[in-house]
């Protein structure tokens, strides 16, 4: 019974190390952040202009190049 015991005590230590959540890898290089990624402009009157600011962060800790923007 003592033998039964501590292979019991073994198996939930060794469960226990490895369903412990690992340390997140550092990134590294630039990541950009969309505050709001989509804006709906609702109706729009042909001719009309209409314009929204999309706020950009970069999180990362490197410089963030932004060298192309296409309307999707």
Same mark, same amino acid.
């Given at each position: 019974? *003592? *033998?039964?015991?501590?292979?019991?005590?073994?198996i939930m230590? @060794? =469960?226990?190390?490895? +369903?412990?959540?690992?340390? +997140? !890898?550092?990134?590294?290089g630039?990541?950009i952040? @969309? !505050? +709001?990624?989509?804006?709906?402009?609702?109706?729009?009157? %042909?001719? %009309?202009v209409? +314009?929204?600011?999309?706020k950009?962060?970069?999180?990362?800790?490197?410089?963030?190049? @932004? =060298?192309?923007? *296409?309307?999707?």
């Open positions: 019974m *003592k *033998k039964q015991g501590v292979f019991v005590l073994g230590v @060794i =469960l226990s190390t490895w +369903a412990s959540p690992m340390p +997140a !890898a550092e990134f590294n630039p990541k952040v @969309i !505050a +709001a990624p989509e804006f709906d402009f609702k109706t729009v009157k %042909e001719g %009309e209409v +314009a929204h600011t999309f950009v962060f970069n999180q990362g800790n490197q410089e963030l190049r @932004i =060298l192309s923007v *296409k309307p999707g």
